[in-house]
């Protein structure tokens, strides 16, 4: 099986919302990731979720992750607002746009998540490269906790 992914911004696995290793992320967790960081920062920036969700994936900010992610938040060009269901954008009184979560998306607030997202600080954010290691082992250590692993190293 030939993956591609761009190697000067992420490692082999990234780090679901349950915060455990995962090769590729399952459908519909970065919209939950999204929805769960604005509920925990009321009115957040795009651009500062974007890059909590970049952090929380394990993915370096660097210019080489300048677009990675953005189409849920800029995405001009498509016809399919998707993501208007559940965040809108308003302005404050500086004229920055601020985002806020719509009805629908409160019933997707989890409070599991919320309580490791604010926990967020005492994460360390390091990117997780095992680009070298083996196949069997990148298998063996899918699905375990990224803590169980780098505490190790800390």
Known sequence: ??????????????????????TRMPRGENIKFIINYIFANPCIGANPC?????QWRGIKDTDASRGQYASYFYDFYANNWYHKKRWNFIKDSKG????????????????????????????????????HAAPEEIEKLKGYEYLEIVSSFI
């Open 96 to 131: 920055n746009k601020r985002m806020i979560l719509t009805d629908y998306a409160l019933r997707l607030v989890d409070e599991e998540f919320q309580k490791r997202l604010k926990d967020w600080d005492n994460i360390p954010r390091s990117q997780i490269d095992m680009s």
């Open 50 to 54: 974007r890059k909590a969700l970049l």
């Open 1 to 22: 099986m030939n993956i591609q992914r761009n190697k000067e911004i992420r490692g082999t696995f990234l780090v679901d919302n349950k915060g455990r290793l995962q």
